[in-house]
């Protein structure tokens, strides 16, 4: 464990932005406290559009409500909804991939073949099908995107089982009357945690912005619900007389997802010791 | 790829595009809307309770499940996708109008894309930790966070409302209008194309050909453009395959923003206007095109990779 820690601490990278990462986790979660006396979808007519100011650091919306407030409240929409997304993938596609591999046979056949039919749609447009079908809100948006990214873990986590499967200590520990939830949760999941966490970790960033593709498009979360996709959706038809409504919010998803790809690189080359 | 090899991969996308269809027509049928009434409704008519029932009867809205799957199923393998009532045109017309503007629209974004990243990645590869490499890395590293609809928008702020160079919608027609869209499309492509290429290069040139083609004191850039670069293209054909479907269903955000007549426009605004046979359509012509494009770029090896064609 003393060793561990080491290895992350002394990865400058990685400190430097988890440090970053969590700021903007924290920045998320002290909404209130930054935003003071600014109410994230409450305005007054009399304040729309207003140019960034001392006022209104970010400037207004055309209900006068403060761009500031929205894009620090929009983080909590976003950064919730996509660790959501990137949970669900992970524990989706580890379990049925560690399964697949583990049992093979049928149970191997039918949950590749509806990974491969995942697979085969061209990801953002099954997205774009399911969440319209299901009626546009963050969760179905959430689904939509789910649905379409668990095979990659599924694939890569069947893969790491079916490398270990049939070696001496699996067949030991088989001989041995170990059970099969034993054997699956000593012995095949943790083989696969390392390598999935390190794919879960580098593809924050990409959920993120596949999430804002579908709020944008108005797929996801709802007015007047604050969230950065959805604010350049209402930011687009303002684009000459307010260009900060787009800027903001545009910037802040940039940021997050640098932030957080980032943090991810160092982490695959902390844990993967094939890395450079 | 042999002949068996060929009549299992197809027999295998006959199983996937059966699976495909069956979700699609599941998610419509499960979606919360009814068509019969979106239909009176986009015809500007309010429809009494017993018209619903009669036009869902005539239509077969109320038939069983399966039944209604395998009528829709059979009719699509027939070329007949239905009506759109949004837009009182069968599908196919409006499917096919719209397919070459995203066509164009792809292939623009790719010619593009490929002008700045194999330039690129084989400078970063050559010049592997110089301050060039370091430079592209950095540059590719911002692009791939880039969100693409937020490109778009900058750029239409800055070309279209600032310096009034091109039109800010575009109808799909002309170079200009085609300018804008595939730009922002290639951006963030041509930052994870760049990181490709890097990669595939630098992992030719570390392997032991190279060492002896060097040790033969065959010309640097004999080696880099006889050898590796022909060797690298290989992953990066791959990849091209798979871009051109995500960027079939990617374009809808571009076209979007651009007000583009292509595929995914018509597509955002039949789910929005709830054209359940348009979107059924859609998705099963994109995966249709997707998997052809799959599989034209495996049956391509044959002819690129030599070591393909001897393991017959």
């Avoid at chain 1, 009626?135 to 649905?147: D, Y």
């Avoid at chain 1, 804002?212 to 007015?223: E, R």
């Avoid at chain 2, 027939?78 to 066509?103: E, I, M, Q």
Wanted: glycine share 8%.
């Amino acid at each position: 464990m003393e060793k561990k820690k080491n290895k992350f601490l002394s990865n400058r990278g990685f400190v430097i932005f988890s440090i970053l990462a969590l700021l903007i986790v924290l920045a998320a979660v002290l909404a209130p406290v930054l935003c003071g006396s600014h109410s994230p979808t409450a305005g007054s007519l009399a304040d729309a559009i207003k140019p960034p100011c001392a006022e209104h650091p970010f400037g207004t919306d055309k209900m006068g409500r403060d761009i500031f407030a929205r894009v620090i409240y929009g983080a909590r929409t976003s950064l919730s909804s996509t660790f959501v997304l990137v949970f669900v993938i992970f524990a989706v596609g580890t379990v049925l991939g560690v399964v697949s591999g583990y049992f093979g046979g049928w149970v191997d056949a039918v949950i590749m073949r509806i990974a491969d039919m995942m697979i085969a749609f061209p990801g953002l447009v099954l997205a774009i099908a399911v969440a319209g079908m299901l009626g546009a809100s963050t969760r179905n948006a959430v689904i939509a995107i789910s649905l379409v990214s668990w095979p990659k873990y599924a694939r890569l986590a069947r893969s790491l089982v079916m490398k270990i499967r049939h070696t001496d200590f699996v067949a030991a520990a088989t001989v041995t009357g170990s059970r099969t939830m034993y054997m699956l949760t000593r012995y095949m999941f943790p083989n696969t945690i390392t390598t999935l966490v390190i794919t879960a970790a580098t593809d924050i960033g990409s959920m993120m912005m596949e999430l804002a593709a579908l709020s944008f498009l108005g797929f996801g979360a709802q007015p007047p619900t604050p969230e950065w996709g959805s604010m350049l959706n209402e930011g687009r038809n303002f684009m000459q007389s307010a260009p900060w409504m787009m800027i903001f919010p545009g910037l802040a998803i940039f940021i997050t997802v640098v932030v957080f790809n980032m943090l991810g690189d160092n982490l695959r080359d902390i844990l993967d010791p094939r890395s450079e | 790829m042999g002949k068996k090899q060929l009549a299992s991969r197809l027999l295998q996308m006959l199983i996937v595009l059966l699976g495909i269809s069956f979700l699609t027509f599941l998610l419509t049928y499960l979606s919360p809307g009814d068509p019969v009434r979106n239909m009176y409704t986009a015809a500007g008519i309010m429809p009494t309770e017993e018209l619903i029932q009669a036009t869902r009867d005539e239509m077969g809205f109320n038939d069983p499940f399966f039944v209604q799957y395998f009528r829709w199923l059979g009719n699509c393998l027939r070329g007949d996708f239905g009506k759109s009532y949004s837009l009182n045109k069968p599908v196919v017309t409006l499917l096919k109008a719209r397919l070459w503007p995203t066509l164009k629209l792809t292939l623009m974004s790719m010619v593009l894309m490929l002008a700045v990243a194999v330039p690129l990645g084989v400078l970063s590869a050559v010049h592997h930790n110089k301050p060039i490499d370091y430079i592209v890395r950095a540059v590719t590293f911002f692009g791939v966070s880039l969100p693409n609809f937020w490109v778009g928008l900058l750029l239409i702020l800055y070309f279209c409302v600032r310096l009034k160079l091109l039109p800010v919608v575009s109808s799909g027609g002309t170079f200009k209008d085609l300018l804008l869209p595939s730009v922002t499309l290639a951006v963030a492509m041509s930052a994870k194309y760049t990181r490709q290429v890097r990669t595939a290069v630098l992992e030719e040139l570390s392997s032991d050909y190279v060492v002896g083609a060097r040790a033969r004191g065959v010309p640097e850039r004999k080696i880099l453009w006889g050898n590796v670069f022909p060797n690298s293209l290989l992953p990066l054909i791959t990849m091209l395959g798979l871009s051109v479907g995500s960027l079939l269903g990617g374009t809808s955000v571009v076209e979007v923003i651009f007000s583009y007549p292509g595929l995914g426009n018509l597509a955002v605004n039949a789910i929005t206007s709830a054209d359940y046979f348009l979107v059924q359509g859609y998705v099963l012509w994109v995966s249709v095109i997707y998997m052809v494009v799959n599989l034209l770029v495996d049956l391509s090896y044959n002819y690129i990779d030599p070591r393909m064609r001897l393991r017959r």
